[in-house]
């Protein structure tokens, strides 16, 4: 079951594993995520070679590493500080995530006239869409306000997000437009065999490398 799947009326921290502070906890790990990109783009050579990797190796290596554990958590059962009940038997929302973002780093086409966070114009504002968009999303809905309301508060921050990429870091505006309501989309559907936080990272890296040759 996606997250989604449950009625927007449950309040999900009384369904989190540690209640309110559990919920807390996974509105941080989803926030704390935004450093990937900024390390990725900026330290990222530094870090895989440490390791003797290139950086896509050193991203396709911890892509591996999480499988193999998101398979472990399954097989015994485990479920940690935030997490659902039921994502002890499927596929954790953390895992959805944490692939979507591997797979932006590897996927995404990087700028070439440019280093540092100045290459990654489409994985950083794909990645921020996630971290950003999808807690403020959730938290509106939480607070009983609508998915009207929460549809409105995720397209002007996804919005702030991509157009702040397209001013800071050279994302092409046409891009910025057409993407940014891409990652709200990506937060709406309610389907039970991947969870929204893999289809806000997912449905607009499809886009994008459907657009890409033509920017």
């Given at each position: 079951?996606?997250?989604?799947?449950?009625?927007?009326?449950?309040?999900h921290?009384?369904?989190?594993?540690?209640g309110?502070?559990g919920?807390?906890?996974?509105?941080?790990?989803?926030?704390?995520?935004?450093?990937?990109?900024?390390?990725?783009?900026t330290?990222?050579?530094?870090?895989?070679?440490?390791?003797?990797?290139?950086?896509?190796?050193?991203?396709?290596?911890?892509?591996?590493?999480?499988?193999?554990?998101?398979?472990?958590r399954?097989?015994?059962?485990?479920?940690i500080?935030?997490?659902?009940?039921?994502?002890?038997?499927?596929?954790s929302?953390?895992?959805?995530?944490?692939?979507?973002?591997?797979?932006?780093?590897i996927?995404s086409?990087?700028?070439?006239?440019?280093d540092?966070?100045?290459?990654g114009?489409?994985?950083?504002?794909?990645?921020?869409g996630?971290?950003?968009v999808?807690?403020?999303m959730?938290?509106?809905?939480?607070s009983?306000?609508?998915?009207?309301?929460?549809?409105i508060g995720?397209?002007?921050?996804s919005?702030?997000?991509?157009?702040?990429?397209?001013?800071?870091?050279?994302?092409?505006?046409?891009?910025?437009?057409?993407?940014?309501?891409?990652?709200?989309?990506?937060?709406?559907p309610?389907?039970?065999?991947?969870?929204?936080?893999?289809?806000?990272?997912?449905l607009?890296?499809?886009?994008?490398?459907?657009?890409?040759?033509?920017?």
């Amino acid at each position: 079951m996606s997250s989604e799947a449950i009625p927007l009326d449950i309040d999900h921290a009384k369904h989190s594993i540690g209640g309110m502070g559990g919920h807390i906890f996974r509105r941080f790990t989803h926030v704390i995520m935004c450093l990937i990109p900024i390390l990725y783009y900026t330290k990222g050579s530094q870090l895989s070679g440490f390791f003797s990797m290139e950086p896509n190796e050193f991203v396709t290596f911890c892509l591996l590493l999480l499988i193999v554990l998101e398979l472990l958590r399954l097989y015994f059962g485990i479920v940690i500080i935030g997490q659902r009940e039921y994502e002890a038997k499927q596929i954790s929302a953390l895992a959805w995530g944490a692939f979507a973002v591997c797979l932006a780093l590897i996927v995404s086409p990087e700028s070439k006239n440019f280093d540092g966070m100045e290459s990654g114009i489409y994985a950083a504002p794909l990645i921020w869409g996630l971290t950003f968009v999808d807690p403020i999303m959730g938290e509106i809905k939480r607070s009983k306000k609508g998915l009207k309301a929460a549809i409105i508060g995720g397209l002007v921050t996804s919005y702030i997000i991509w157009l702040s990429s397209t001013y800071f870091l050279g994302t092409p505006l046409i891009a910025s437009i057409i993407l940014a309501p891409m990652t709200v989309l990506g937060e709406l559907p309610t389907v039970k065999w991947i969870d929204d936080n893999a289809t806000m990272i997912l449905l607009p890296l499809t886009v994008l490398l459907v657009i890409e040759p033509f920017l």
